[in-house]
């Protein structure tokens, strides 16, 4: 009897220890509904020293959006990363609450717009009031004061999130009428996709002239953005959206290195946006996998970002979101494997708080529960702007 027994509880310690190591190869029990995967590749994730002067002249601000991402996404991702991101090592951390005028549940182009202009906007506009009239944005304002300003995402240039910090239209499907907000003085460098609407419009000329009239250099391959040393820049490289990570490369973190390249050579100082815009759309397409290796690249991006700012001691780093999508949540996961158990909720935006992480010279200002309106006002405080 006390041999059987032996043998019994050998026999369920050793088929446990079994489904713990195989549960990869399928044996893994997921709950109903959840979606398990193992990211395809984990990035180290260097030390970033974090910045001791908190009264340090602030000269750039760099604005990182996760399309869609909440706390689920980026617990996801950093789940996959065996437990650790670079968003890590941003020390502070606030949230804000994203309903747009007209409505509880936003889009991108309303939450966009109240990011990047500090107005509340209803649900599908650019960078408008309630009634039509333009709200001028934080890009804007940094172009105004002789500072240099860009553009990196991961979509068209001409969608929702980007056309909030150059374009004022009623509605974010008007995705011509945006690209000619581009050809404009305020805007040194615009990288993502596109180029449709830039040269092959249905309505109205091509904007190629205007753009090199305006002194852009257009580039539509990477390799040719990177020789590009200086001066405006449209880089539009694909007719539409780019791919999804991994299909597109490594485009947001050479993208993004290149343009704080660029406008680091502005005496004052530079403001830019960059947007990780298709964990949005893994949302919508209830893909964890998506999700993790679209959150996997805006970390390593983020971890550019960082290493400028840790470097140049004078710049400030925020990281948010502009509204959750598909209500994630995480159920299960495995650190040391990457793995990752997590279940959709719905297939479009949910309504929750999104995180918001801040590091360098003002980045304090971000701790608390606020209105997403108030991250372009802490902006404009870390700039030193008035409207
Ligand atoms: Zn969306």
């Given at each position: 009897m006390?041999?059987?027994?032996?043998i019994?509880?050998?026999?369920?310690a050793?088929s446990?220890?079994?489904?713990?190591?195989?549960?990869?190869?399928?044996?893994?029990?997921?709950?109903?509904?959840?979606?398990?995967?193992?990211?395809?590749k984990?990035?180290?994730?260097?030390?970033?020293?974090?910045i001791?002067?908190?009264?340090?002249?602030?000269?750039?601000?760099?604005?990182?959006?996760?399309?869609?991402?909440?706390?689920?996404h980026?617990f996801?991702?950093?789940?996959?990363?065996?437990?650790?991101?670079?968003?890590?090592?941003?020390?502070?951390?606030?949230?804000?609450?994203?309903?747009?005028?007209?409505k509880?549940?936003?889009?991108?182009?309303?939450a966009?717009s109240?990011?990047?202009?500090?107005?509340?906007t209803?649900?599908?506009?650019?960078?408008?009031?309630?009634?039509?009239?333009?709200?001028?944005?934080?890009?804007?304002?940094?172009?105004?004061?002789?500072?240099?300003?860009?553009?990196?995402v991961?979509?068209?240039?001409t969608?929702?999130?980007?056309a909030?910090?150059?374009?004022?239209v009623?509605?974010?499907?008007?995705?011509?009428?945006?690209?000619?907000?581009?050809?404009?003085?305020s805007?040194?460098?615009?990288?993502?996709?596109?180029?449709?609407?830039?040269?092959?419009?249905?309505?109205?000329?091509n904007?190629?002239?205007?753009?090199?009239a305006?002194?852009?250099?257009?580039?539509?391959?990477?390799?040719?953005?990177a020789?590009?040393?200086?001066?405006?820049?449209?880089?539009?490289?694909?007719?539409?959206?780019?791919?999804?990570?991994?299909k597109?490369?490594?485009?947001?973190v050479?993208?993004?290195?290149?343009?704080?390249?660029?406008?680091?050579q502005?005496?004052?100082?530079?403001?830019?946006?960059?947007?990780?815009s298709?964990?949005?759309?893994?949302?919508?397409?209830?893909?964890?996998g998506y999700?993790i290796?679209?959150?996997?690249?805006?970390?390593?991006?983020?971890?550019?970002?960082?290493?400028?700012?840790?470097?140049?001691?004078h710049?400030?780093?925020?990281?948010?979101?502009?509204?959750e999508?598909?209500?994630?949540?995480v159920?299960?996961?495995?650190?040391?494997?990457?793995?990752?158990?997590?279940?959709?909720n719905?297939t479009?935006?949910?309504?929750?708080?999104v995180?918001?992480?801040?590091?360098?010279?003002?980045?304090?200002?971000?701790?608390?529960?606020?209105e997403?309106?108030?991250?372009?006002?802490?902006?404009?405080?870390?700039?030193?702007?008035?409207?």
């Amino acid at each position: 009897m006390k041999n059987l027994l032996l043998i019994l509880s050998l026999f369920i310690a050793l088929s446990g220890y079994s489904q713990q190591a195989t549960y990869l190869d399928g044996k893994y029990k997921a709950e109903k509904g959840g979606q398990v995967y193992v990211a395809q590749k984990q990035h180290v994730v260097d030390d970033i020293k974090p910045i001791t002067d908190p009264n340090a002249e602030i000269r750039n601000v760099i604005l990182l959006i996760g399309d869609g991402m909440g706390v689920s996404h980026v617990f996801a991702g950093m789940t996959a990363n065996n437990d650790r991101l670079y968003i890590d090592q941003m020390p502070f951390v606030g949230f804000q609450k994203t309903k747009a005028k007209n409505k509880f549940r936003t889009d991108s182009a309303g939450a966009g717009s109240a990011l990047a202009t500090g107005e509340k906007t209803n649900y599908g506009s650019i960078s408008v009031d309630s009634v039509g009239n333009p709200t001028p944005t934080i890009l804007e304002y940094a172009a105004g004061n002789g500072y240099a300003t860009g553009l990196v995402v991961a979509c068209k240039v001409t969608h929702a999130t980007p056309a909030v910090f150059i374009a004022h239209v009623p509605k974010r499907n008007l995705y011509e009428d945006i690209a000619t907000f581009f050809v404009s003085d305020s805007i040194d460098v615009f990288l993502g996709g596109g180029s449709d609407n830039f040269f092959k419009r249905e309505t109205g000329v091509n904007l190629r002239p205007a753009l090199e009239a305006k002194g852009f250099q257009i580039v539509q391959e990477m390799d040719d953005l990177a020789n590009i040393k200086s001066g405006k820049v449209a880089g539009l490289f694909a007719n539409g959206h780019l791919d999804a990570y991994p299909k597109r490369g490594e485009f947001l973190v050479n993208g993004s290195d290149k343009a704080m390249e660029i406008l680091n050579q502005d005496d004052k100082g530079f403001f830019l946006m960059i947007e990780g815009s298709q964990i949005d759309w893994a949302g919508h397409d209830n893909d964890v996998g998506y999700t993790i290796e679209e959150m996997l690249d805006f970390d390593r991006t983020v971890g550019e970002v960082l290493k400028f700012a840790e470097k140049d001691g004078h710049t400030l780093v925020i990281v948010t979101a502009d509204h959750e999508t598909g209500g994630l949540s995480v159920i299960n996961g495995d650190i040391e494997q990457g793995m990752v158990e997590a279940k959709f909720n719905t297939t479009g935006h949910s309504s929750v708080m999104v995180p918001v992480f801040a590091y360098g010279p003002g980045a304090e200002k971000f701790c608390g529960i606020y209105e997403n309106t108030a991250i372009f006002d802490k902006m404009m405080e870390a700039f030193g702007f008035t409207k």
